[in-house]
């Protein structure tokens, strides 16, 4: 990364407020194009607010954020999509009756704009470009054994691929993952994050992950930001990040005082 080169998100000053409850404060993040960016920290301690406020769920009280130059604070989450933002949620948000086939296909007709369902109903999705991305984006995930299998029948590893590799469907610049190995067992949690990641990396996809498990964050991420009573205690690389005592303290519990905060 050139160091004259803009950042694709520049986070200033962020703050979020709930009445007197401060859920996010005094956030000042910049991200470079194509980076990895791990994001941890104790439930309560600011990483989902921070990703909402990005992606447009939430409103910021105070505070700005560029997405490539463009000031896009407190636009609604359609148009930030738009723009070239998207996300991946903690549980997938698929279509359960659908095929893996036909799930693709609408996230590629959603793409193009046909993002209403009186939209979609009048929309044939079998085009030619939409069966090229929607095959593409199955072979990238490296699921398209399962192209005609219902979704609600998917392992779970499959499902989560599938979310986000719809996530992708559109193109974004940046892609803000939740907790994209929840839910899936230890031994499939590594080769998940592989696929994920590779297939990413050949999109030249931007990437902020909210993550609780800190071996995942130590092998993916280029760098990680450590949450702590809404706002950022620590962002280095993942090894400074994890060798920080606050954060062995307060996050991962590999300190004895804070074994009881060994989930973000």
């Known amino acids: 990364m050139n160091a004259n080169t803009s950042p694709i998100l520049a986070v200033r000053d962020l703050e979020k407020t709930f009445g007197s409850v401060v859920a996010a404060r005094d956030i000042s993040v910049s991200v470079p194009a194509q980076q990895t960016v791990g994001i941890i920290g104790a439930n309560g301690a600011g990483k989902t607010t921070f990703v909402n406020m990005i992606t447009g769920h939430l409103a910021p009280s105070k505070g700005s954020i560029?997405?490539?130059g463009r000031d896009i604070?407190?636009?609604p989450s359609?148009?930030?999509t738009r723009l070239g933002i998207s996300r991946s949620f903690?549980?997938?948000?698929?279509?359960p009756t659908m095929t893996v086939i036909e799930n693709m296909r609408i996230a590629s007709a959603i793409a193009r704009g046909r993002d209403s369902m009186?939209?979609?109903?009048?929309t044939p999705l079998d085009t030619p470009e939409t069966a090229r991305e929607a095959d593409a984006a199955l072979e990238l995930f490296q699921i398209a054994r399962y192209r005609d299998a219902r979704a609600a029948t998917l392992p779970q590893g499959v499902r989560k691929l599938l979310d986000i590799a719809m996530a992708v469907?559109?193109?974004p610049r940046l892609l803000l993952l939740d907790e994209p190995t929840s839910g899936i067992s230890i031994e499939e949690k590594f080769g998940l994050m592989e696929v994920v990641m590779s297939a990413l990396k050949t999109r030249r996809i931007t990437v902020l992950f909210v993550e609780h498990d800190m071996d995942i964050v130590g092998r993916f991420a280029d760098r990680v930001l450590a949450f702590y009573d809404g706002t950022v205690i620590a962002d280095e690389t993942p090894?400074?990040?994890l060798a920080n005592p606050q954060v062995q303290t307060l996050i991962s519990g590999t300190r004895a005082h804070g074994a009881g905060a060994a989930h973000a």
């Open 169 to 171: 469907a559109g193109a």
């Open 118 to 122: 009186l939209g979609l109903m009048s």
């Open 90 to 95: 903690q549980v997938a948000q698929v279509f």
């Open 73 to 75: 604070t407190g636009l």
């Open 66 to 68: 560029l997405f490539e």
């Open 239 to 241: 090894e400074a990040v």
């Open 78 to 80: 359609r148009a930030i």
